[in-house]
């Protein structure tokens, strides 16, 4: 089963997406998510101008080999762009492979090792009392496990929530502060941020009791030692994990979080290589692994990737979020269920263009998500009607500080 040809369809449901098509000299047709957002059109060049020359010719099959060609045999390794071209390859093939033998992946993976996945969804609040209803609301729909955000409150100017547009700072031009503009700053305090973390946790403890699992996200915000600092003052309410304290690959940075607090803690949307992970895991630095399936090279690294971590007791929470499509929801739901470290899945609502363009085989009921057997990652892409979006350029905010340097986002 030889690939005939690699394309790549870009469309835009709601959000931008990049979907990799291999069609076999059999007929076969395979699609992977190669989306990698705000840098649609980077991952696009990749896979159009370089690596569909390479796969002309090659056995489909050969999934483990192919992988290897392309990641150490084409000499420039690694990175996000290059790590979701080849994401949207592997998961092509795999869908292939699926299809070849008439086998949800799952079951070419080993086999399930659950019935269902617990279920994470992303919550956000101007105040807490209006965080604590968007909590309630999706209690009622099952949900168990929450990701809270909210608007950082200024604590000088009481009562004013301060995560704006800047518009004041000049960086040698004149930025119009539009939806989606490059490099549109917001004002950053991670002193403010910090206060309001612990007051806000503090408070949806208190509401919800140990009924519900809190999970937050701080996107790389802190110091090594702010973040140990947090962690410790965290550790009353119980959190279900810190989510990206500092930046990745800062081995004695999560060491010195690790001395301070037993606040379980997850990194890994930022990983693209198993050399990022590998000695957080061995050390026992983090406890939750959310590799990005569709950053790290798909599912064939996330398998060996999830059996190092099953090895140091780490669990694998995939990072799910809506900048990534239905297809990589759908590959790593394969990998959760035949897995035997899962954790807990991020997950998102589908809007109805979505729905249009993927249909897909994977539903979220009461708190959990389930899969219905079809071969493959079983997601039919309607590609007419991914020719009815057409891709809208769209930028990744940023932040600055109150004296105008820029943050980690
Ligand atoms: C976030 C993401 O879901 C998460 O955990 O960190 O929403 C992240 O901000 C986006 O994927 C960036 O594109
Ligand atoms: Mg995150």
């Known amino acids: 089963m030889l690939i005939e040809s690699m394309e790549t369809i870009l469309t835009c449901p709601g959000r931008n997406y990049l979907i990799v098509k291999i069609t076999t000299d059999d007929g076969i047709v395979g699609y992977g998510d190669a989306t990698l957002n705000g840098r649609e059109?980077?991952?696009?060049a990749v896979l159009d101008h370089h690596l569909a020359k390479y796969l002309t010719?090659?056995?489909?099959?050969?999934?483990?080999?192919?992988?290897?060609?392309?990641?150490?045999?084409?000499?420039?390794?690694?990175?996000?762009?290059?790590?979701?071209?080849?994401?949207?390859?592997?998961?092509?093939?795999?869908?292939?492979?699926?299809?070849?033998?008439?086998?949800?992946?799952?079951?070419?993976?080993g086999g399930r090792?659950?019935?269902?996945?617990?279920?994470?969804f992303h919550v956000h609040g101007h105040t807490k009392?209006?965080?604590?209803?968007?909590?309630?609301?999706?209690?009622?729909?099952?949900?168990?496990?929450?990701?809270?955000?909210?608007?950082?409150?200024?604590?000088?100017?009481?009562?004013?929530?301060?995560?704006?547009?800047?518009?004041?700072?000049?960086?040698g031009k004149r930025i119009e502060v539009t939806e989606g503009n490059i490099g549109r700053p917001e004002i950053w305090d991670t002193e403010a941020y910090c206060h309001d973390l612990i007051d806000v946790t503090a408070y949806l403890r208190n509401t919800f009791g140990h009924d519900i699992g809190l999970i937050h996200d701080s996107h790389e915000r802190f110091t090594p030692i702010q973040a140990a600092a947090a962690a410790r003052q965290l550790e009353p309410y119980g959190l279900y994990?810190?989510?990206?304290?500092?930046?990745?690959?800062?081995v004695q940075g999560l060491e010195l979080i690790r001395g301070h607090s037993v606040t379980?803690?997850?990194m890994g949307e930022l990983y693209n290589s198993m050399k990022d992970c590998l000695i957080p895991i061995e050390k026992n630095l983090i406890d939750y692994l959310r590799l990005d399936i569709s950053h790290y090279g798909g599912i064939t690294p996330s398998m060996k990737t999830a059996a190092a971590a099953d090895n140091h007791g780490v669990k694998i929470a995939f990072h799910g979020p809506s900048d990534i499509s239905p297809?990589?929801?759908?590959?790593?739901?394969?990998?959760?269920?035949?897995i035997p470290n899962f954790g807990i899945q991020e997950w998102v609502d589908h809007n109805q263009e979505l729905d249009q363009v993927f249909h897909t085989n994977i539903q979220y009921e009461s708190g959990y998500i389930t899969i219905k057997d079809r071969p493959g990652l079983g997601v039919e892409v309607d590609e007419s009607a991914a020719k009815e979006y057409a891709y809208n350029p769209k930028f990744l905010p940023t932040i600055r500080d109150r004296e105008g340097a820029v943050h980690n986002w």
């Open 113 to 120: 090792c659950r019935d269902r996945l617990r279920a994470y």
């Open 327 to 338: 297809l990589a929801h759908a590959a790593l739901a394969h990998v959760d269920f035949a």
């Open 241 to 250: 994990f810190l989510e990206d304290p500092i930046e990745p690959v800062n």
């Open 41 to 44: 059109m980077s991952v696009k």
């Open 264 to 266: 379980p803690i997850a």
């Open 129 to 171: 009392e209006a965080l604590a209803e968007r909590i309630r609301q999706r209690m009622d729909d099952g949900c168990t496990c929450f990701r809270y955000s909210f608007d950082t409150r200024d604590s000088r100017e009481e009562g004013l929530y301060f995560k704006q547009p800047h518009q004041d700072i000049s960086l």
């Open 57 to 109: 010719g090659m056995d489909a099959e050969r999934i483990t080999d192919i992988w290897e060609l392309i990641y150490r045999g084409t000499y420039w390794r690694g990175g996000p762009v290059f790590m979701t071209a080849l994401a949207g390859i592997d998961m092509a093939l795999w869908d292939i492979k699926g299809k070849r033998y008439q086998a949800p992946v799952y079951q070419l993976l």
